[in-house]
């Protein structure tokens, strides 16, 4: 997935943005103000205590079945356990998601409004409406359409998995699947669960079946081509996305 244009379909003018990269995971992070040490600190912390766990524990990195925790995993490890319980996959499918979640949580004791995105999959908390473009690839609805999230949803997470870009694993060939949980642990996983379902646009309804069965799951938006499929709560608009200017206008 390209993330300078992901990262340019979540951007708002209202907070400022910084960078921190530790390794594989590299956050983009819009707050109130910068808050970049106080973020890597927390991405240092995370980080280590799942590395620390896996050292123990080298099936939690490779196991691509549901994955049950000791009372010795660190809350991060936890969370991505508990998502792979329930959505039925290997715990590593939720690791960028956990991140991403772990340090915004953190970060809000700091600022009451945080989005961090690493690697497509969003944490997000926000004090006003916000959207969220969707990038589909080569699909030509990339651009023109977004998630429109409320105060009153948040947090939440937004994640995306595609079979077409990027470089994560994924069985399927829909353009883009994006899920939301109000974890997103879970929104990540179940994304990736989804999108293997999807071969052809035949798949759809198939995989929106499916999503309805995944407990804790908000919503799910499945685009190939130029269908798209969409099963929940979260609310699909139409944008006019200007890439120069990287602002995404809502028409009404």
């Known amino acids: 997935m390209s993330l300078k244009f992901y990262r340019h379909v979540i951007r708002d003018s209202d907070l400022t943005y910084f960078n921190v990269i530790v390794k594989q995971s590299d956050l983009y992070i819009g707050a109130r103000h910068n808050l970049k040490d106080k973020a890597l600190k927390s991405l240092l912390k995370h980080r280590s205590a799942l590395e620390k766990y896996i050292a123990h524990h080298p099936l939690f990195l490779t196991t691509l079945s549901p994955y049950h925790t000791g009372a010795d995993a660190p809350s991060i490890a936890r969370e991505m356990s508990q998502a792979s319980l329930i959505a039925g996959a290997g715990p590593m499918a939720a690791v960028a998601g956990a991140l991403a979640e772990a340090v915004g949580k953190e970060l809000l004791s700091f600022s009451r ?47 995306t998995s595609s079979g077409t870009i990027g470089h994560s694993l994924s069985l399927g060939n829909a353009d883009a699947v994006i899920a939301t949980s109000s974890s997103t642990s879970l929104a990540d996983i179940a994304a990736t669960v989804i999108g293997n379902i999807i071969k052809t646009e035949q798949d759809i309804p198939q995989a929106l079946a499916k999503a309805q069965e995944v407990k804790g799951l908000r919503s799910i938006t499945i685009i190939m081509g130029e269908k798209v499929g969409a099963w929940g709560k979260t609310k699909i608009v139409p944008i006019n996305f200007n890439l120069r200017q990287g602002r995404a206008s809502h028409h009404t």
């Open 113 to 159: 409004e945080i989005i961090v995105e690493n690697g497509g999959d969003i944490f997000l908390k926000t004090a006003r409406k916000r959207l969220v473009g969707i990038y589909a690839g080569e699909s030509a609805l990339t651009g023109k359409i977004a998630l429109e999230i409320k105060p009153e949803e948040t947090p939440i997470g937004i994640c």
